[in-house]
Structures are given as structure tokens and as C-alpha cells.
């Protein structure tokens, strides 16, 4: 049975859209500060491209690993993937009117060029010391290179998967099985490097060692997440006839999974740094205690400890209401962990959860459903000619 986007699914993405319109309105109406305005933008951006990244990433592994149980469900991380193509340019746009030169907001204040001036009454040495990577010349050619380089290998493996269920054949998963190699390579290096980029060097003074692999875990889990409640939405509504409990009970494994790595890496971060009581380093986290505590503690309760308890059992993982209970609350869990890798060095105390916020959520969860259920419609959702396709079929724990 093949996806046909709805009218009325199309009306619900829409709206979503205009209500995080309707936010921005508020918000300028309401004279809420810029900064925190493209703060959010930030914060909504940065989440929706990580998870569309994962879709692209999704499928690089499954072509590297040969793995052939999540090839009947290949055209769901394939749609998810598409929203790097419209996402990727807002995200550009929102860290291009950082620039110094357009002064639309100042989230990276180590763009201010007195800064790196010894003659200037703000010159920072710290920030100084680091200008040979973060200038802003080489600061947006990397941000470019990063967004259309992953969103060319999108596009080859989408258009690959699309041309495979009209000729058929090995020969063209071989040569994505090559392509994908040469994704995860890429991406390996700039999954860390982007993320220093967008988040760490927004507290400039800042750092840690293990900050890409944090911000890695929390796009995979939320990825890995969004897959399983678009396969779930479709099985309720008597599409991926295929798509058997095992199916769901592996996602769920993977939901569960990573949010214990999540969790190690969460914890590793906070214990080390807190252990070593260095002053540049444990002020990150004291600006957090201080102004943001109740969401900073919240993000092992809702990350890894519901999670746990929700998808520990065999059975949960096979249920379609637990599983979309604990999606969504791994959901709006990670996305206030990103909310508070970039809120206190954007905007300080001067912060909130409101309409704003809310209603931005929503408007980019509205573009991103609008991008993936049209990507569904455009081609089957089941990928006949996937050389694997029989095991995904025959699939069992």
C-alpha cells in the first residue's frame, strides 16, 4: 500500500507552521529581547537539521553494516533525511546574522573584533588565543561546507534509493555501500567540529573533550526516536504491513540503548570537570546551577531515567503506546538539552519557557512533518528493489 499525503495531514503541518509564525509575532509584539528570539532559532534548528542529519546518517550505516532488517522501513529515514535541505539553510541564516557585520544578535560574542584587538579596553587573550579557528572567515566556510556537503550526500543516496525501485539490481547498492563509506568518514570528523562550532563556542572560554560525542549521542537518540514514531504512526494507520514486533521491538532497543550511552556520556562530561575544579571549566556548569537548575537536573530524568524504565521490559519495547509515550519524552528531553547548550551563554537569566518557545517548537516540528510526509508521498514507502528487502520481510528477534 503505497502513502498518499493527506489533505488533512498536510492542514496539521501547516498549522503548526503558523503557530511558531504566530510566536515570532508574539514575541516582537511583546518586545521579548532579539537575542532571545534568535536564540530559539538557534535552538530549533540546530535540533531539527541534527535529526534529519541522523536520517542520512541512519542510512550510511545500514549500507556499511549490509544489514537487512531495517531495509522495509528505509523509506522512513530517507524522508526524514529530506529535511536537511530546508533546514540546513535556515540554520545558515540564523548563524550568518550572528556576523559581526549585521549585528542581528551577538550568540557568538567572540565575533566582536575588539575582542581580538590588544589595543582595545575589551580585548579578551583567551578568545585571542583562539582566532586562528574561530575568525569569522573560516568560521562560515566550514558551516557551509559542512551543511551541502551532508546535504549532497542526501540527495545521492535519496535519488539512489529512488532509481534502485526502477532498475533493480546490486549495482546500485554497491556503489552507495562506497558513497556511504566515504559519508561516515566525513562525518565522523565534522559531527564534532559542528557542534564545537554552534554550541561550545558559544561560551567561548569553554571546553570539553567530550562535547561531539555528547552532542552525537543526543541527535542519535532523538534521530533513532523520530524514526520509530513515524513507523508506528504509519503501522496505527494500516500502512508497512511488513513492519512485524520485531521491528519495533529492535527501534525500541536502540531508543533504549542509546539513551544510556546518552547518559554515560552526560554524567562522564559533569564528573570530570566537577572533579577537576578547574575555574574555566566549572563555570560552565555553575551558570547552569545558578539560573537554569531545574532544567539542567531534569535532563537525567527524563534522557535516561524514564527511558529506562519505560523500555526496560521486553514487552514495552514491543507496545505501540509505550514506545510513543517514551518517544516523546525523549523528545522534548533532548530538545531542552540543546535548549540549554545554547540559552546561558545566549541570553543569561534572561530566559524563559513561554509562548515563545513552545510555540516555535511547534512551528519547526510542523515544517519538519510537512518536509517528511511529502517526502513519503513521493515515491513507495517499501523499497521492492532493496537487494535485503526478503529478510526485513522474514525478520525475527
Not at 530517507?78 to 556576523?99: D, K, N, T
Not at 557542534?195 to 552532542?215: E, Q, V
Request: net charge negative.
Amino acid at each position: 500500500m503505497d502513502y498518499t499525503f493527506k489533505s488533512s495531514t498536510k492542514r496539521l503541518t501547516l498549522g503548526l507552521v503558523g503557530v511558531g509564525v504566530l510566536a515570532i509575532v508574539y514575541a516582537v509584539l511583546t518586545e521579548i529581547p532579539g537575542q532571545r528570539i534568535w536564540a530559539n532559532l538557534l535552538v530549533n534548528s540546530y535540533f531539527f537539521v541534527g535529526i534529519g542529519l541522523m536520517g542520512t546518517l541512519w542510512m550510511a550505516i545500514q549500507y556499511v553494516s549490509e544489514a537487512g532488517w531495517s531495509s522495509g522501513f528505509k523509506r522512513i529515514p530517507e524522508a526524514v533525511s529530506q529535511f536537511l535541505l530546508i533546514g540546513g539553510p535556515i540554520l545558515l541564516l540564523v548563524l550568518f546574522a550572528g556576523s559581526h557585520n549585521f549585528h542581528l544578535h551577538h550568540i557568538y560574542h567572540w565575533m566582536d573584533p575588539d575582542l581580538m584587538d590588544p589595543n582595545s579596553d575589551h580585548y579578551d587573550s583567551i578568545i585571542a588565543g583562539k582566532a586562528a579557528y574561530l575568525n569569522e572567515p573560516f568560521f562560515y566556510a566550514r558551516s557551509v561546507a559542512y551543511v551541502f556537503i551532508w546535504i549532497a550526500f542526501t540527495v545521492f543516496f535519496r535519488k539512489s534509493s529512488i532509481k534502485e525501485d526502477l532498475e533493480g539490481g546490486v549495482g546500485i547498492h554497491k556503489k552507495s555501500y562506497g558513497v556511504a563509506a566515504a559519508f561516515l568518514v566525513f562525518y565522523g570528523v565534522t559531527s564534532s567540529t559542528s557542534s564545537w562550532d554552534w554550541m561550545m563556542s558559544i561560551d567561548t572560554h569553554w571546553f570539553s573533550t567530550l562535547f561531539g560525542w555528547y552532542n552525537f549521542s543526543t541527535m542519535f537518540v532523538s534521530g533513532i526516536t523520530m524514526f520509530a514514531l513515524i513507523v508506528i504512526t504509519l503501522k496505527r494507520n494500516g500502512y508497512l504491513e511488513h513492519i512485524n514486533q520485531e521491528h519495533i521491538q529492535d527501534l525500541g532497543k536502540f531508543m533504549f540503548g542509546a539513551s544510556v550511552f546518552w547518559g554515560y556520556l552526560w554524567f562522564s562530561q559533569f564528573m570530570l570537570i566537577w572533579y577537576a575544579n578547574i575555574p574555566e571549566e566549572v563555570t560552565y556548569f555553575i551558570d547552569r546551577w545558578e539560573n537554569y537548575l531545574v532544567i539542567w537536573a531534569a535532563l537525567p530524568v527524563l534522557n535516561l531515567a524514564l527511558p529506562m524504565l519505560l523500555l526496560m521490559d521486553k514487552s514495552a519495547k514491543r507496545s505501540f503506546n509505550m514506545m510513543t509515550i517514551a518517544g516523546v519524552i525523549i523528545i522534548v528531553g533532548h530538545w531542552f538539552d540543546v535548549f540549554q547548550m545554547v540559552m546561558p551563554g545566549a541570553v543569561k537569566a534572561d530566559w524563559g519557557v513561554g509562548i515563545l518557545e513552545v510555540g516555535m517548537f511547534l512551528g519547526f516540528l510542523g515544517m519538519f512533518l510537512f518536509v517528511v510526509h511529502n517526502a513519503l508521498s513521493k515515491a513507495p514507502l517499501v523499497a521492492k528493489n532493496h537487494p535485503y528487502l526478503d529478510e526485513a520481510k522474514h525478520h525475527h528477534v
